[in-house]
C-alpha cells in the first residue's frame, strides 16, 4: 500500500499501517508499505519515507530484500479507501498492537542508536517522568489543556512520588521546553536539541520549511520512542505520546486531555481506559 495523504502526520500514519499489519495478520498475508506524503519526503533519501525510518520485518522474514518493491502498488488518500473490515480498528488492545509493531516495523539502527545514546546519558538508572505537550493546532481534535495546567499535573506527581529523579520534556511548541524547565529548577529536566519546533499555530507536520523533512521526522520518533522509556508519561492528546504506549503498553499514562467523541481514535480509546486521572488538578 502506498499511502500518500499530506494533511496526516507521522504517526496518523503509522497508525494506518498499524489496521493493515492486524488485518493480515488475520488473513495470512504479508504487509508491503510506502509513505510519499510530501511534508516528509527528502528526495536525495528517495520518495518513501517509510524507509527512511523502518524495516519491514514481515518482508525480510519471506526472505525479500529490504528494497524490494511489488510490482503492483495501489496508492490511497484515506483509510476508507481500503475498506477493511471493522475489527481492524475496534478490537484491538494495546498490548497486541504493541505486539504487531515490534514484530511488523523494525528500527533502522541509526533511529535505535540515537534513543540508546540519549537514555544512555539521562534515563539510565534513574525514575524519570516524561511530559509531552501537543499544541498549535491539536484543539481541533481535542480540548486545549494550559501549560499550567500540565505544570501543575506534574507538580502533583512529584509531590506524591519524590522518587522520581529527572523529567524528559518534548512539545511541538518552542516555547512550553523552556518554560517547563524554567518551573522546575528543584530536578533535572532534559530535552533533546530537536531540529524542528513550531513557532506559531501550525502543526510541524505541515511546515514544509521547517527544516529537512527527514529530520522532522527523526525528531518525531525518537522522542516518543524516549517517552516509552519513561517511568510515566504526562501528556495531552496526540498521535505521537500516544504511540509511546504501544512501543512500551505498560507505562502509566497521565492524559491531560480527553479528545472530542468525533476523534476518539485508536489508540487513545484504549489509553484513556487506564489513564491515571489522580494526580489531574482539580
Request: hydrophobic residues 40%; proline residues 5%.
Amino acid at each position: 500500500m502506498n499511502f500518500d495523504n499530506h494533511k496526516l502526520g507521522f504517526f496518523a500514519k503509522l497508525n494506518w499501517c498499524l489496521f493493515v499489519l492486524h488485518y493480515c495478520e488475520r488473513e495470512g498475508l504479508v504487509p508491503y508499505f510506502e509513505l510519499t506524503s510530501r511534508n516528509y519526503v527528502a528526495p536525495e533519501r528517495g520518495a518513501d519515507w517509510f524507509k527512511y525510518y523502518f524495516i519491514n520485518l514481515a518482508l525480510r522474514r519471506q526472505g525479500y530484500a529490504d528494497d524490494f518493491r511489488p510490482r503492483y502498488v495501489t496508492r490511497i488518500r484515506r483509510l476508507r479507501e481500503l475498506r477493511l473490515p471493522g475489527w481492524c480498528y475496534h478490537d484491538l488492545s494495546l498490548e497486541h498492537a504493541a505486539d504487531l509493531v515490534r514484530d511488523g516495523l523494525g528500527l533502522r539502527p541509526e533511529i535505535a542508536d540515537q534513543v540508546e545514546a540519549f537514555r544512555a546519558r539521562h534515563f539510565v538508572n534513574r525514575r524519570v517522568l516524561g511530559i509531552h505537550f501537543r499544541g498549535t493546532d491539536k484543539t481541533v481534535e481535542a480540548p486545549r489543556a494550559t501549560w499550567e495546567y500540565c505544570r501543575d499535573t506534574v507538580r502533583n506527581y512529584l509531590d506524591a512520588h519524590t522518587d522520581t529523579d529527572a523529567l524528559f520534556v518534548t512539545s511541538d511548541e518552542a516555547a512550553f521546553v523552556g518554560w517547563i524547565k524554567a518551573q522546575f529548577g528543584d530536578i533535572p529536566v532534559c530535552s533533546r536539541d530537536d531540529h524542528c519546533r513550531s513557532d506559531g499555530a501550525a502543526p510541524l507536520h505541515v511546515l514544509g520549511a521547517a527544516g529537512d523533512n527527514y529530520l522532522k521526522g527523526v525528531d518525531a520518533l525518537v522522542n516518543s520512542l524516549l517517552l516509552s522509556h519513561c517511568s510515566i508519561i504526562v501528556r495531552s492528546s496526540s498521535f505521537l505520546s500516544a504511540w509511546a504506549s504501544l512501543f512500551n503498553p505498560q507505562v502509566p499514562v497521565i492524559l491531560l486531555n480527553r479528545p472530542h467523541d468525533s476523534a476518539m481514535w485508536f489508540p487513545e480509546v484504549r489509553i484513556i481506559e487506564r489513564s491515571w486521572n489522580q494526580y489531574l488538578p482539580d
